[in-house]
């Protein structure tokens, strides 16, 4: 394998799980390496060859970035945990943590999803019904006091509405993110010594 | 028979601790090399493991992510060089991977303690 064919292989797994600045650091890294040490004397397949396997390589990395990235307190960043745990997660001993994290991720996601989906839908109704209900109120002689109150309760309703789903929807996400962070601890206990140690 | 079956086993476990602790150890112990080379003066990747092979075998694909958990944890900076037409990353120690350094040889003078008082009461 000579270079070229090295860094693109090299890209494609990684493109697999990683972000993009990821991904440039560490083909950089093997880039210079590779040249330092053809400067050196070495060819480069000798260099590649002695580097090891791909997927030995891009493990070391996996590891790496999900123990950072599980101090990360943005959603982001436990979404993208979540499907580099799943891909550590494919060696067997790990199969049943993935089978525990999927379930947990997919009940939080349906159980606030539902929730914040019906206040949505709540909410848009009452807005929704504001003018037909001033025109009813209207037609059958309410005087103005009248349906300004309406109004109004209805408004507060509203309000009250957005409030929680603000609240349920930052709820979910910290519920989520510490998750996330609890199975990539786990990932990180089972993996160790194995991750970046020959 | 049962208590030498006991004693085995305990003898095991210790044993498996032993190899689970040595791992980890080695683990810390690569980032504490990489951050003492660096602590004579900034380095990257090629010197870096050339530097580390007469005291321990690493290879670049191990030094990587070690390089990268240090850089993350703002024990050390990057900065790039021009070297024959292409560009060298540097890696420079940072307040931080001083600390780091300053607290492993600080535990290690209290085994050292311990290893003195252990080797002078054999002497005595």
């Known amino acids: ?198 | 028979m049962l208590a030498i079956d006991k004693q085995y086993y305990v003898m095991y476990n210790i044993m498996q601790r032993v190899v689970i602790m040595k791992t980890q150890m080695k683990k810390g112990i690569l980032e504490i090399f990489v951050l003492g080379v660096l602590n004579r003066g900034d380095s990257y990747g090629y010197k870096i493991v050339q530097d580390l092979t007469p005291i321990l075998e690493i290879s670049e694909s191990t030094l990587y992510p070690i390089l990268r958990r240090l850089e993350l944890a703002d024990a050390i900076s990057t900065y790039q060089v021009e070297h024959n037409g292409r560009l060298r990353k540097y890696y420079k120690i940072k307040a931080k991977g001083i600390n780091q350094l300053t607290e492993f040889t600080k535990e290690w003078e209290d085994i050292k303690q311990v290893y003195d008082f252990i080797v002078g009461e054999k002497g005595k």
């Open chain 1, 1 to 198: 394998m000579n270079k070229l064919e090295f860094k693109r292989e090299l890209n494609k797994r990684l493109s697999r799980t990683f972000p993009d600045n990821e991904i440039k650091e560490a083909l950089e890294y093997y880039d210079e390496i590779i040249d330092e040490r053809v400067e050196h004397g070495e060819t480069e397949e000798q260099v590649i060859a002695s580097l090891g396997e791909i997927p030995t390589i891009v493990s070391k990395i996996t590891a790496e970035i999900v123990v950072n990235r599980a101090n990360s307190k943005s959603v982001k960043d436990a979404w993208r945990n979540f499907f580099i745990i799943l891909a550590i997660c494919s060696s067997p001993v790990l199969v049943p943590v993935a089978i525990a994290f999927v379930a947990v991720v997919f009940s939080l996601v349906i159980a606030f999803g539902a929730v914040v989906f019906s206040l949505i839908v709540a909410t848009g109704a009452i807005l929704v019904s504001l003018i037909p209900m001033m025109i009813g109120l209207f037609a059958s002689g309410a005087s103005i006091y009248e349906i300004m109150l309406g109004i109004g309760i209805l408004l507060v309703v509203v309000g009250v509405f957005t409030i929680v789903i603000i609240k349920l929807y930052q709820l979910g996400s910290w519920i989520f993110i510490q998750v996330s962070k609890l199975f990539s601890q786990i990932v990180n206990k089972k993996t160790k010594g194995e991750a970046y140690v020959k």
